[in-house]
């Protein structure tokens, strides 16, 4: 149990453009969704949490209006990253918490790897 | 802030030799810390996990003990299979129960 997918695994768009991923919880309902960024051979970087029927909450330095986040349904999430820019350029990592859980533990999907060229 | 440092990889070894990899954290208060994997290709996976001071956290044949004094949780297992081969990531989760990682250890074992 606990899966969590994302789409698409790969994606190349040209700067300036707009690029859409998904999160999906495959077999639980998860009421708080994460997204990190993991630049190579470095750590995941909270991005910001997303709570279903919410505002998403950035962490400091993350720019809201550049990373859109939607949290519209309890087992989707989306990032849409904004007139994408080559420094965009990353892997993208959700993360979903099953609300049944005691324990309050993240759920990774398999992440994203955004090319702007 | 809060921040998880881990050894700097990759590390390389034969089948059936003993792996540890370092990690040590700066927290205020007492934080639960975790170890995940990542294998080529997917999600980062939970390995093992200690919520308090002296707990041992295993699975799979690894370990790793919450020492507080020494503020760490280094990874260990005393014989690893060419299968191990993965990334790995200490982290902590803070009192808002966020994540913060480690940079990530590549381990590589060889046959």
């Known amino acids: 149990g606990a899966v969590v997918s994302q789409h698409p695994s790969w994606v190349i768009c040209k700067s300036g453009t707009s690029v859409k991923i998904e999160c999906r919880s495959l077999?639980?309902?998860?009421?708080?969704m994460f997204w990190y960024r993991q630049f190579p051979k470095q750590s995941l970087m909270l991005m910001a949490t997303?709570?279903?029927?919410?505002?998403?909450?950035?962490e400091q330095g993350v720019e809201k209006d550049k990373f859109l986040i939607n949290h519209a349904s309890l087992t989707l999430s989306t990032l849409t990253v904004t007139s994408a820019h080559p420094e965009d350029s990353s892997f993208y990592i959700c993360?979903?918490?099953?609300?049944?859980?005691?324990?309050?533990?993240?759920?990774f999907g398999p992440g994203t790897r955004l090319t702007v060229t | 802030g809060d921040s998880v440092t881990q050894m700097e990889g990759p590390v390389t070894l034969s089948e059936e030799a003993f792996l540890t990899i370092n990690c040590t954290y700066t927290?205020?208060?007492?934080?639960?810390l975790f170890w995940y994997v990542q294998y080529p290709g997917e999600g980062l996976q939970l390995l093992l996990k200690?919520?308090?001071?002296?707990d041992k956290g295993s699975n799979k044949g690894f370990e790793a003990t919450y020492r507080k004094e020494t503020t760490s949780f280094h990874l260990e297992k005393g014989s690893v299979q060419v299968s191990d081969s993965a990334v790995y990531f200490c982290?902590?989760?803070?009192?808002?129960?966020?994540?913060?990682f480690g940079s990530g250890t590549r381990l590589l074992v060889r046959p």
């Open positions: 993360s979903a918490r099953d609300p049944r859980d005691i324990a309050y533990e993240q759920y």
């Open positions: 077999d639980f309902q998860a009421t708080t």
């Open positions: 997303s709570n279903e029927g919410s505002k998403a909450t950035y």
């Open positions: 927290a205020t208060g007492y934080p639960s």
């Open positions: 200690a919520t308090k001071a002296d």
């Open positions: 982290a902590l989760r803070d009192s808002s129960y966020k994540l913060i």
